[in-house]
């Protein structure tokens, strides 16, 4: 005789199991409408792979599975989709999942399928690859995939496949009935499993001894198949999967382990018929046993229904009396969960809809305070310590809950059951585990963000340094050139080499002749046969030097600007001064050379009446030059050069506003340099523009009534004007504020500069933009900025 082993503690509630027996399985039939959540599993929930308005078939998939541990979902009858929405779903808090809706059409159509004549010509990765597309998973359980189970390790083989027949829970008779009337489909199903997973030692399908019908089908269809029924005594909770195997085999599951450790699989007798019906006939999982029960219902029936079927359904086709009700039962009274609406419908875990009377479920009594009597414990059948779990729940002292093994417990509720004192032991552990899992949860997401901060911070630091070792490369340059600047110095008591460049601008200015005044004097010696006439050959190449040279030493005057103020310099403002005299000197030469260009290509006889005296007409053309006065530029070509110039002189204005603008904001301490280049600037472009309007006041004088005008220079707008008085003003207050005032006013430009910043900082991260993070930096700075002139104006 097989040995049967006990397990420690357990209870014997009033099992209540005939009321639903009395009559066979009946067919739910079609309700108008099927509600099929995503994630009736435990794992990843199902991808829909089909949109609303799409007519589907009996047994069409309709969302597929999403990683290893996760299940499809098929269409249990022909219809159309509705809608795909989040709806209220089997839950004990009552939440809302994603479903896919199916307006059900009565046809009951199915799609393709076919089956496999002989299993055993496939492999196991084959059959299992079967059973996955079929979306079975666990009927008697937490709904673990199936396919997972039976995917196991070659390294690691399996001695004992076990079904579990046990249905240990008051009330619930789904897997009775099944006995009783599909015994035969759930053999065909073990020997299934049983050539899948080998087990080298036995086959054993468990059944309690209060279910004698089922027993007597389950030997009968089991005969000559190797299969055995093993039959021991009733005792709640004997159905879970790590009691049932210790009741079988005597070998106990670690903590933390699977059956597949100590070389079992285990699965239920509702999962076996349908991997059968899968496997033989190729139909997925679309339908399941479950038990309506309860004194509320008049009719209590055990129904084959269709997976998404609304419980109101269910509970209509039983006469259910409402008013009788005192709460309405997701699963058996001891682990089950109450229901908060009727519309949630039948997943593929559902296996007892259960409606108690007052009279059946009265309501428990108030919790008094714990006594110590240790019944809890002795009822415990994973032989844990409620009494000490119960205070670290209510302590919130979770790592004591996880060094008490918490996790394994199975949540029967046989300790809340024999508690004298009423404590709803169960509840406060579903809590804390809860609580855990979301601090666990909470701790990798604090991992990766920490990953990630110190990513950017290591990418930021990398940024910097190389931006620094830039600005360090660029100012070594700038010094090793000043110093080859300074060795070139005449005069060696100079060795600053800006104020070497200051003395050079003046000793060059004071030796100027002006140009007017040097033709007349080559013009009277040329007269009086003190000098050689200059050919015009011999100009062009003087003024093409001369241009030269002039270009030469405007890039020499930027670059010494540029360094002066980078090195924040005092004679910014002089070098400044010396780039737009240099320029005013380049434009001169350029504008004496087109002159020269152009009298070469004058006809002979104004030349010979030119050279009729060859020092007036020297003097002549000198005045002319000087004045401004060029003959030979066409009215057309006069108009769009000085247009040109006018444009050049507006855009630079612009940018020197720009910089003034900066520096005014950031304190700089050249904001009087910069001030002095927009005056000049400004006072340039007024002269272009008079200029400008002159000529164009002449050509409307020479015009003739009635003909069409030249056209006429666009009108130049000054779009900077307001803001150059509006730092001359703040300029002007500045120049008589105290320091105190100024750190004041520096203090507000860098609230309001941060405050700005800020915003686009806000902005940039709601739309994910990659300046987020340079925005930050910025801020960052500002801030910096900040508190170290609030620091110096404290």
Known sequence: MRQIWDIHGGIHPAENKTQSLQNPIANAGIPAQLILPLAQHIGAPASPIVKVGDRVLKGQMVAEAKGFVSAPVHAPTSGVIAAITSHVIPHPSGMSANCIIIDTDGQDEWADHQGIEDYTALSKLELVDRIRQAGIAGMGGAGFPSAVKLSTRDDKPIETLILNGTECEPYITADDILMRERAAEIIAGAQILRHIIKPNKETIIGVEDNKPEGIT???????????????????????GEKQLIQILTGKEVPSGGLPSDVGIVCQNIGTATAIYRAIQFGEPLISRITTVTGNACQQPQNYEVLLGTPVQYLLDKSDFQKNDCIRLIMGGPMMGYTLQDTAVPIVKTSNCVLAPTVAELPPPPPAQACIRCGMCAEACPVSLLPQQMYWFSR????????????????????????????????????????????????????????????ARTARLEQEAAEKEARRTARMEAAKAKAAAAANTLTDANKSDVIQAAIERNKAKKAQTVDPAQAAIARAQAKRDGNAEEETPEQKTERLQKLLASAEKRLAAAKEKLTLAQEQQSDNADAFATAVSKTEEKLTN???????????????????????????????????????????????????????????????????AQQKLS????????????????????????????????DHQDKLAALTPEGSAPE??????????????????????????????????????????????????????????????????????????KLDTAQQQLS
């Not at 089908?217 to 159905?239: M, Q």
């Not at 050249?670 to 472009?685: M, S």
């Open 217 to 239: 089908a389950l030997k009968k269809a089991a005969e000559g198949t190797g299969i055995d029924i093993v039959v021991f005594p009733t005792k709640y909770p004997s159905g």
């Open 395 to 454: 302590a919130q002292e979770h790592e004591k809950l996880e060094d008490h093994q918490l996790f394994d417990c199975i949540e029967c509720g046989a300790c809340s059951y024999v508690c004298p004192s009423n404590i709803p032991l169960v509840q406060y552990y579903r809590a804390s585990k809860a609580e855990i899992r979301q601090a666990q949860q909470d701790k990798i997401k604090a991992e990766r963000s920490k990953e990630r901060f110190e």
């Open 589 to 655: 030469i350029q504008k004496e050379l087109a002159e020269h260009q152009a009298s070469l290509n004058k006809p002979k006889q104004e030349i010979a009446t030119d050279s009729a005296d060859p020092a007036q007409a020297a003097i002549a053309r000198a005045l002319a030059k000087r004045a401004g006065n060029s003959a030979e530029e066409s009215d057309a070509d006069k108009t769009t050069r000085l247009q040109n110039t006018v444009a050049s002189i507006t855009k630079r204005l612009a940018s």
């Open 662 to 693: 900066m520096a005014q904001e950031q304190g700089d301490e050249n904001i009087a340099a910069f001030t002095t280049g927009v005056d000049k600037t400004q006072a340039k472009l007024d002269a272009a523009k008079k200029e400008l309007r």
């Open 711 to 784: 056209e006429s220079a666009p009108e130049v707008n000054d779009p900077v004007q307001a803001a150059i008085e509006r730092a001359k003003a703040a300029r002007d207050a500045q120049a008589t504020m105290s320091d105190t005032d100024k750190l004041k006013q520096n203090i507000t430009s860098l609230e309001n500069r941060i405050a700005r910043t800020q915003e686009k900082l806000d902005t940039a991260r709601a739309n994910n933009d990659d300046k987020a993070e340079i925005l930050a930096d910025s801020l960052a700075k500002l801030e910096e």
